[in-house]
């Protein structure tokens, strides 16, 4: 059982030791798989509730319809220039979110989360 200990230990360990001495690697991963996320989603629809999620560390979101959009790692501004009730759309694969706001042309936005291939 004493071995058993030591061995998950030391396991434990190097796991620690690879995320420090690797922590843009295992970030870019993880901003990667979440901006892939999000580029699956469809959205189409107008915007009713923008707001600072508490329970996922602030990250900036917004809800169009009964659907959670999160957008905390985008570094494009998108979140600071919505308002509640703009229309967006986003086809699901993209990155690129039309915003429709009365009185004003079609803005692009092409997302990003800052993931490095």
């Known amino acids: 059982m004493r ?10 360990l190097c796991i620690a030791l690879y995320i420090k001495t690797h922590p843009d690697e295992y970030k870019n991963k993880a ?5 892939e996320e999000f580029k699956a989603i469809l959205i189409n629809g107008i915007i009713s509730k923008k707001y600072k999620d508490k329970h996922h560390h602030l990250n900036e979101a917004f809800e169009v319809g009964i659907q ?3 957008i905390g790692l985008d570094i494009t501004g998108f979140y600071d220039y919505i308002n509640i ?3 967006i759309f986003k086809e699901a694969g993209s990155s690129k ?3 429709y706001r009365q009185g004003e042309n079609p803005k692009e936005f092409e997302i990003d989360f800052g993931c490095k291939k």
């Open 31 to 35: 901003l990667c798989e979440m901006f």
């Open 97 to 99: 979110i039309i915003l």
């Open 68 to 70: 959670k959009i999160d």
């Open 85 to 87: 009730n703009d229309s």
């Open 3 to 12: 071995i058993l200990s030591i061995i998950v230990f030391i396991v434990l």
